[in-house]
């Protein structure tokens, strides 16, 4: 069995090196749906949102793995590949000022408009209040991942090393936002 994880392995690093884009839309669209299928079921789902799975999936793939594989290129074209640490720390700031919260509030309005189905007005309300908790939680654990990514991770496996914790972070906004539509009714 680990003849079959080793090749699988170096089959997904080939992958990696002659299609990147391909290969992390690819990632972030499992990873995406690995965190909606384990968000469903700690909520409680008896049977899997196909519909809802789809849409994750679509958004993981369409824009997580494209936006990250773009943005770790453009910050160590900025940086010019730099690892000491004032580098690492002006990376992980301006990821921390720019990309957070722009996929944060991003992920919620796809979340409430697309995948839920919500009003606008509805999905703004939930936005403007939500919103404020989702980013100060994110600002208490992503600059950490960001420290060990930029720090110790090679650049064509951050947007991997990312993803992987994003799946985790998605379980937690899946279950947040979900909480929140339980307690609206």
Known sequence: MGSIAKKGLQEYLIQLQHHPLRTKMITAGTLSAISDIVAQKLSGFQK???RRLLLKVIFGAAYL???GHFFHIFLDKIFKG???KKTVAKKVVLEQLTSSPWNNMLFMIYYGFVVE???WIHVKSKVKKEYPTVQYTA???WPVVGWVNHQYVPLQFRVIVH???ACLWGIF???RARSMALTKG
């Open 48 to 50: 899997l949102q196909l």
């Open 139 to 141: 600002w208490t654990f």
């Open 173 to 175: 906004l899946n279950l």
């Open 163 to 165: 993803s992987v914790i």
């Open 82 to 84: 730099k690892k000491d």
């Open 65 to 67: 793995g494209p936006f």
């Open 117 to 119: 189905g919500r009003p």
